[in-house]
């Protein structure tokens, strides 16, 4: 039968089959790797083959994976020679992040988005937590609104508590296939639980809401969307590690960058000291945001070209 990986960890699989019933799998022995560097042959959003292994228990092997639509990875954080197949097959990707308890960085989030551009993944921002935002934090909301939606990607503000933003929210995700991503405690499982409007919650998820909220999730898991549409939850990240990207590619990945980079006097301009740098120049008259200039500068300064 074929099927759709909906939660992996890393020894087991739950696969969701044709006939919409959930399976227990586990790989094939002999499975065929893609290559070495990835810590997982199989993430959350393959669409796979598998054979009944124990029909009482609902138990299958995966023998086969099909070719990913599209898939997100980052540096294990484990291994750094590895990669971490975050999750396939998706049409969009949404960043969670807050301004308060916790501030996620401008840094995390250009990561992210330049992962997404490389893989070219459309990218949302969500700011949550909107209820505990005081004035100061508004001002910030409208300043980070203002400089994503000026390179391209759609910016929202929403909180769990309030029910603000909810409604938009779910018609942002309605019929897509959407990784939700961001640091731990930022809201993604509550976002989630909210969206699912409590009716597609697996039992084990209903018990592990604590006084506080949910307890940290470990593993990707997907969910259905009652009207349509699926969502990944993932486990909170401290860091996003890009991988596959190399320095003289990086502005690329930068909208506003790749806009503006043919007008640079040099084809290999890397826009840091270079004489007729149109990217500079776009900075010192704030068509271009100081400060996504700076988490290029920062990004470009991580990433370790490889010596092989
Ligand atoms: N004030 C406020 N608290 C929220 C909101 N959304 C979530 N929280 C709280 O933030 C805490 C973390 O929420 P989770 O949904 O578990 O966060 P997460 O992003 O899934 O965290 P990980 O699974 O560790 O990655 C919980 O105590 C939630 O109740 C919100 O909109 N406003
Ligand atoms: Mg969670
Ligand atoms: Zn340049």
Redesign the pocket.
């Known amino acids: 039968m074929k099927g759709t990986i909906y939660k992996s960890t890393g020894s087991w699989y739950s696969v969701k089959g044709e006939d919409h019933a959930f399976y227990k799998a586990r790989l094939k022995g002999k499975f065929k790797m893609e290559g070495i560097t990835s810590t997982n042959p199989i993430a959350v959003g393959d669409q796979v083959a598998f054979d009944m292994e124990d029909e009482l228990e609902n138990r299958v092997m995966i023998n086969d994976l099909f070719p990913r639509r599209n898939y997100v990875n980052r540096i294990s954080p484990a291994n750094r020679r590895m990669h971490h197949i975050i999750a396939s097959n998706l049409d969009q990707s949404l960043l969670v992040a807050t301004l308060k308890d916790p501030r996620t960085s401008v840094g995390f989030i250009d990561r992210f988005l330049v992962t997404c551009e490389a893989f070219h993944i459309p990218a949302i921002v969500l700011f949550n937590k909107a209820d505990i935002y005081g004035a100061k934090e508004m001002e910030l909301f409208e300043n980070r609104k203002a400089m994503y939606e000026a390179v391209g990607y759609k910016v929202l503000l929403t909180s769990v508590r309030t029910k603000q933003g909810i409604d938009l929210l779910r018609d942002v995700l309605h019929d897509k296939m959407s990784l939700i991503s961001g640091h731990?405690?930022v809201?993604?499982?509550?976002l989630?639980n909210e969206i699912l409007e409590n009716e597609n919650i697996r039992t084990s998820e209903v018990s592990d809401w604590s006084g506080k909220g949910?307890?940290?999730?470990t593993f990707a898991e997907m969910y259905d969307l009652p009207k349509g549409g699926r969502l990944i939850?993932?486990?909170?990240m401290r860091e996003f590690a890009i991988a596959d990207i190399s320095k003289q590619e990086l502005s690329h990945y930068f909208p506003e960058m790749r806009a503006v980079m043919n007008d640079c006097q040099f084809n290999d301009c890397m826009h840091i000291n270079e004489p007729g740098c149109a990217v500079k120049k776009a900075v010192f008259n704030s068509s271009i945001h100081e400060e996504r200039y700076v988490s290029y500068l920062s990004i470009l300064d991580s990433i370790q070209e490889r010596q092989w």
Do not use: L, V
């Open positions: 731990s405690g809201g993604k499982s509550s989630i949910m307890h940290t999730t939850d993932t486990p909170g």
